[in-house]
């Protein structure tokens, strides 16, 4: 079956590194996704990985991937205030849709 | 602005109504997306249309149901409504169902009272 999941809260200082964690279950994903959610606001795509990709580096944003354990990853450096939102993480099921774990909402404080 | 625009951004409405949610693709986009955020449930996929046809249906109550029509915009009807069904309802679009990157509306808040 298809399932995400993701721990529910993260806080770190301004200025440290934030790493979000995820986990999925569908191995025929071919694309795992970030998305950020920040208050009262809509979906924004930050990245996406091919699953045939163990990393990928967008400024200050690195995807990590681990498919053997099924294991995705999201590390922020040089966390900034602007980046308190909550974040999803998705899978590619079939047909195209997203499948989203419930988010991780981090809080970064001053 | 990701291109994709949903209306009304906000709408109140009592048990047991039906309203009608709009959204109007990216230029160029065929498959259209609905999903539902709600605080226990979290973002559920609800249905998928590519093109005018229905492509896949995920956790859609049988009192929801869309259409996708000629010019690609969607509409997604809630009817005999519950409180239950106050959420915010996403559209997302993409190029087709295979293409990398899909994108999201603002979403609709719907309140039930």
């Known amino acids: 079956g298809e399932d995400v999941e993701q721990s529910l809260f993260l806080s770190v200082r301004e200025g440290d590194s934030s790493v979000i964690n995820c986990t999925y279950t569908d191995s025929s994903s071919t694309y795992l996704y970030w998305y950020k959610q920040e208050p009262g606001a809509g979906l924004q795509l930050l990245t996406y990985i091919f699953s045939n990709m163990d990393m990928k580096q967008d400024q200050r944003l690195t995807v990590l991937l681990n498919k053997k354990d099924k294991h995705l990853s999201l590390r922020i450096a040089d966390t900034q205030t602007g980046d308190s939102a909550i974040y999803f993480c998705?899978?590619?099921?079939?047909?195209?849709?997203?499948?989203f774990g419930q988010g991780t909402t981090l809080q970064v404080k001053p | 602005d990701s291109g994709v625009t949903q209306t009304p951004k906000h709408l109140i409405t009592a048990t047991g109504q039906r309203v009608t949610l709009r959204c109007s693709p990216r230029s160029g986009d065929l498959s259209v997306y609905w999903y539902q955020q709600s605080l226990d449930q979290g973002l559920q996929f609800l249905i998928q249309?590519?093109?005018?046809?229905?492509?896949a249906k995920g956790n859609i109550l049988e009192r929801f149901s869309a259409q996708q029509f000629p010019d690609l915009h969607s509409e997604l009807n809630l009817s005999s409504l519950e409180l239950g069904d106050s959420a915010l309802y996403f559209c997302?679009?993409?190029?087709?169902?295979?293409?990398?990157?899909?994108?999201f509306g603002q979403g609709t808040r719907l309140t039930v009272v």
């Open positions: 998705a899978e590619k099921g079939n047909t195209g849709k997203l499948i």
């Open positions: 997302a679009s993409s190029v087709n169902s295979g293409n990398t990157e899909a994108f």
């Open positions: 249309y590519y093109n005018g046809e229905e492509r």
